[in-house]
């Protein structure tokens, strides 16, 4: 996702795996409208990057990379930019939210 440019932060000394936009992990909305909103935009219920997000990526392959490298990071808890923390089986949360990329 170049025009994006997201990146990554891996702090060691806790393990956690801190991101911005590359995926979310919100609740669905009781309302209406939101639920409306989170259904359009394919968020909300589970973690995974957005309907927006997975439009802007251009190069599969070097996503794919760019994951698997995300991947072979040693963290155990994922602190996204939007929604709650990942506080257990994060790494598995992250190949599931990316499975359409990280294909064994």
């Known amino acids: 996702m170049p025009s994006v440019q997201e990146y990554v932060f891996l ?3 806790s ?3 801190i ?3 590359l ?3 919100v609740s669905m909305s009781n309302g209406w409208l939101a639920g409306f909103l989170q ?3 394919d968020i909300g219920g589970r973690p ?3 309907r927006l997000r997975r439009a802007m990526i251009r190069d599969a392959r070097r996503f794919e990379g760019s994951l698997r490298r995300v991947v072979e990071l040693d963290f155990e808890r994922v602190i996204p930019g939007h929604g709650e ?3 257990s089986n994060a790494k598995q949360v992250f ?3 990316f499975s359409n990329w990280l294909k064994e």
């Open 23 to 25: 995926f979310l992990n």
């Open 48 to 50: 995974g990057p957005s």
């Open 85 to 87: 923390i990942i506080e």
């Open 19 to 21: 991101i911005a936009d």
């Open 39 to 41: 259904k359009l935009k």
């Open 15 to 17: 393990r956690s795996l």
């Open 95 to 97: 190949r599931e939210a």
């Open 11 to 13: 702090h060691r000394a």
